[in-house]
């Protein structure tokens, strides 16, 4: 007897013009089947719900100069929008190594590298943290001629309700890149002293309010996205002058929400410590002449990565490091806004055979 077919799905229906869940997003979230709505999305200068736009791929090719042949790494894979540009410059015969931590995104993103046609001869794909990098050494040869690293967390996790990264949104109190690795930000506040929280608040975001915060937030059950941004308007709310203005207080609380969320991020993924490791290690895992670009998307990264670079040109294992860091062209931040954040440096391995001790 035959199967009866599945039941009729009816379309997503929402209020409004625009979709304005995660969920309801259901052409973005299908870009195969609906390139005119994505390309329209993209016009408005906004990310299409489920994807991320790589940011500075013409300053971050004209800085790896990738020629066919060599051995490179996307440390952070990601959507994998770098790798897409990357890929066919190294042919014939080079091959890309690509590293995310993320169990939810990684299988999607090779999935679409795939189908692009770059497989396993050309493309690697490992889940790993890039604080492993010498891990990769035997199969790449023992060192890679570029490395890329595009720190930070993408659009596609950020937009998604339930991964908990953003306060804009209900979703679980989580935060972690890999759901299965560590403490949830939600365990994370249970478990902290109120003087561990006020230091990482300081440390991870700059907070000004870190103190009050601390007192409010430590040791409190907070299970969902909205309660912590509640818990943390109420608190920056009552520290405020009476008399300032709505739209001044609006956007005070949003900058400690920004930052509270950020801080939180940062120390249930122990970001810091893998870039500091990352950056210890990758001089030995460069070829001589091997090229790297790294960008960060706030203070505590940049300020790592610019004295990592510093520290290595004057022990000469890097020949040139970047005097600046590069910012998005205007053009890209009105494109994507999200970019604005963002700062390119970049570094030079000398071309020695033999790294210092």
Not at 146 to 156: E, N
Not at 283 to 304: K, M, N, T, W, Y
Request: with cysteine.
């Amino acid at each position: 007897m035959d199967e009866a077919p599945p039941p009729h799905k009816r379309r997503v229906r929402y209020a409004g013009t625009h979709p304005q869940r995660f969920e309801e997003k259901y052409k973005e979230l299908d870009p195969a089947r609906h390139a005119a709505e994505v390309a329209k999305v993209m016009q408005r200068g906004q990310t299409p719900a489920g994807m991320h736009r790589p940011i500075c791929v013409a300053e971050i090719l004209a800085i790896l100069t990738i020629k066919p042949g060599e051995v490179g790494l996307d440390a952070t894979l990601g959507f994998g929008g770098h790798s897409a540009e990357l890929l066919p410059l190294l042919r014939p015969g080079g091959r890309l190594f690509a590293l995310d931590v993320d169990p939810q995104e990684l299988p999607r993103t090779e999935a679409r590298l795939r189908a692009l046609g770059f497989d396993e001869s050309v493309l690697s794909v490992r889940r790993m943290n890039f604080s492993r990098i010498k891990e990769l050494l035997p199969e790449a040869g023992g060192g890679f001629d570029f490395v890329l690293a595009d720190l930070g967390v993408s659009s596609m996790q950020i937009d998604n309700p339930q991964r908990g990264f953003s306060f804009k949104i209900d979703g679980p109190l989580d935060l972690r890149l890999d759901p299965g690795s560590g403490a949830s930000a939600s365990e994370l506040l249970l478990s902290v002293t109120r003087p561990m929280l006020r230091e990482l608040l300081i440390d991870n975001a700059d907070e000004p309010h870190a103190a009050a915060l601390a007192a409010a937030l430590q040791g409190q059950y907070l299970q969902t996205t909205t309660e912590l941004a509640e818990k943390v308007s109420d608190c920056v709310m009552a520290l405020l002058p009476r008399r300032m203005p709505a739209d001044e207080a609006k956007l005070e609380v949003r900058k400690a929400l920004q930052r509270t969320f950020q801080a939180l991020r940062i120390a249930v993924n122990d970001e810091f410590g893998a870039l500091e490791r990352f950056l210890q290690d990758l001089p030995a895992c460069l070829q001589p002449g091997g090229r790297v670009a790294i960008l960060s998307f706030h203070s505590g990264e940049d300020r790592r990565v610019k004295k990592a670079f510093q520290t290595g040109e004057r022990s000469g294992v890097y020949a040139r490091v970047a005097a600046e860091f590069t910012r998005p062209s205007f053009d890209e931040q009105r494109a994507n806004p999200r970019s604005s954040s963002a700062k390119l440096r970049w570094a030079v391995r000398a071309p020695c055979t033999r790294y210092p001790a």
